[in-house]
């Protein structure tokens, strides 16, 4: 041992010959304490919040095209980009102008009067004074690409083709339209362009700006006593339905994570913290 060594441990009041045993019981507490950060940090993950039930979901709502009527599920699977049940995917659809700007019941108040319904994986097209639209759910990957337009935001679309196109722009009689599609491998719009002042980080289709909108049915009631000309369920357009709680509570609620719903067998679990609405 050197010199300045058994004058360090001198003034420690260590004698020298004991440095071998309480450096290595120093270099075994370390490792505890540093095995110890490692396990915590590889636990915290792990530690989820308690649940409580909120609500009970009452109604499951898909609207593939932005717009159009929806259509009813029993059950779906809720992604990070909004509900799916099969290939049925909600706003995944959306009709287009020729310059790839969006069309919607802002501009074209009949699209609302277009329904859907989902058989064999083809989406069935009606409306009124209309013959019915078949269309398969996927596209072929030959069809056209359109670069699409989104309040300001740009994004891609696979084109329906040209039946479904003339189909559109036999019904709304006022100019040429498309069809598009959004498919997964394609980049949605983000929220940091949505909303550049929250701190949330998603992908959305062809909504407006969030994968899913879940209103209570108290929210309805509670509005309706308010206004003379009473509303419904589907001027909302809401995904999920939920009751069993207070009006706007909606507002409120945090999912979890993603999950499956299935309005016949599950309540709505979540917990009550304040949350930005969507």
């Not at 700007?101 to 074209?108: I, K, L, N």
């Not at 209309?130 to 996927?138: A, G, N, T």
């Not at 599609?181 to 959305?204: A, C, H, W």
């Amino acid at each position: 041992m050197g010199a300045s060594s058994s004058s360090a441990l001198a003034r420690l009041g260590l004698p020298a010959q004991a440095r071998p045993r309480w450096l290595g019981v120093a270099v075994l507490g370390l490792a505890a304490v540093a095995l110890g950060a490692v396990a915590w940090r590889r636990a915290w993950p792990r530690r989820r919040r308690r649940l409580q039930q909120v609500g009970t979901v009452a109604k499951l709502w898909i609207y593939p095209v932005k717009s159009c009527k929806g259509v009813p599920v029993n059950e779906a699977e809720c992604t990070a980009m909004g509900l799916r049940s099969g290939n049925l995917r909600d706003r995944f659809w959306l009709v287009i102008k020729e310059d790839g700007h969006m069309v919607t019941a802002r501009q074209e108040p009949r699209l609302v009067l277009v329904s859907i319904t989902y058989e064999n994986n083809c989406l069935i097209f009606k409306a009124p004074d209309m013959d019915q639209l078949v269309l398969p759910s996927k596209q072929p990957s030959s069809n056209k690409l359109h670069n699409c337009r989104i309040f300001g935001l740009d994004i891609k679309g696979r084109d329906c083709g040209n039946e479904a196109a003339q189909w559109f722009t036999n019904f709304l009689k006022t100019e040429v339209y498309r069809l598009v599609q959004f498919e997964t491998n394609m980049k949605g719009r983000t929220s940091r362009k949505l909303f550049p002042t929250i701190d949330q980080n998603y992908q959305v289709a062809y909504p407006d700006c969030s994968p899913l909108l879940i209103m209570t049915d108290a929210s309805l009631v509670d509005l309706n006593t308010r206004i003379e000309k009473k509303m419904k369920m589907e001027n909302f357009r809401p995904n999920i339905v939920v009751t069993g709680c207070d009006a706007f509570e909606e507002v409120y609620f945090d999912h979890g994570g993603p999950r499956h719903w299935n309005h016949r067998q599950e309540g709505a679990t979540g917990h009550p913290e304040e949350l930005p609405p969507v």
